[in-house]
């Protein structure tokens, strides 16, 4: 089974500045998925940026880009020029490939970001 | 709005009451998640359908626990005789195939 761990329960970070937040998994799969999901008060959840594992290339988009460590099971997400409505709950996950056994999202327990003007 | 929906949006019941929680998902996404999220934790995955058949239950799935999504259209999920270990936020999914899922706003449930 896949586990995912998120190890900062909260941040904070100064508006326009840079954050980052930590995300480690565990799995023996070497095709899958890893996303990172925004939950604001409303909490309805959002998705941020997805990582395919077998890409290389770090995912980015617009001020949101991920650190991916394929070999550490690293999977930070960098949050530049933070925004007051970046503020949310972070939740990293991981979904198996397709073909493999289990098509559900495994979340980490989440890390709080608050944004100070 | 072409989003998941969910119904209700609160619900507050009595110990030992039977509640049922709707999910409706965008419209031809055949793939439909459920999960339970407890306060300051991340989703817990359910149970998962793709149309209208169950192809996953999780452990978490007690036998108290039931879901249906007929027709592959809508989904309910009930929980009888509720106990407040129940009480949490129910999300919704749906994705199709090959593509990231998108949740619907959640029931929150309050037993007392």
């Known amino acids: 089974a896949q586990t995912v761990t998120q190890s900062q329960p909260e941040m904070s970070v100064q508006e326009a500045e840079t954050v980052t937040l930590s995300c480690t998994y565990d799995t023996s799969e070497s095709d899958y998925y890893l996303f990172w999901y925004k939950q604001p008060p409303s909490r309805q959840m959002i998705l941020v940026i997805r990582?395919?594992?077998?890409?290389?290339q770090n995912a980015t988009e617009n001020r949101f880009s991920v650190n991916f460590q394929k070999a550490a099971k690293s999977f930070s997400l960098k949050i530049s020029d933070s925004q007051l409505g970046d503020a949310a709950m972070y939740f990293c996950a991981y979904r198996s490939y397709p073909y493999n056994a289990g098509n559900m999202l495994t979340f980490g327990g989440g890390t709080r970001l608050m944004v100070k003007p | 709005d072409t989003g998941v929906s969910q119904n209700p949006r609160h619900k507050i019941t009595k110990r030992g009451q039977n509640v049922t929680f709707r999910c409706d998902p965008i419209?031809?996404?055949?793939?439909l998640y459920w999960y339970r999220q407890t306060l300051g934790q991340g989703p817990e995955f359910l149970t998962y359908f793709q149309n209208e058949a169950q192809l996953e239950k999780s452990r978490l799935l007690s036998d108290r626990f039931s879901a249906e999504r007929p027709k592959g259209s809508f989904s309910t999920l009930e929980i009888q005789r509720t106990e407040q270990g129940d009480s949490a936020m129910y999300l919704c999914?749906?994705?199709?195939?090959?593509?990231?899922?998108?949740f619907g706003q959640g029931t929150r449930l309050t037993v007392v």
């Open positions: 419209s031809e996404h055949n793939r």
């Open positions: 999914a749906s994705r199709p195939e090959g593509t990231e899922a998108f």
């Open positions: 990582q395919e594992a077998y890409k290389q």
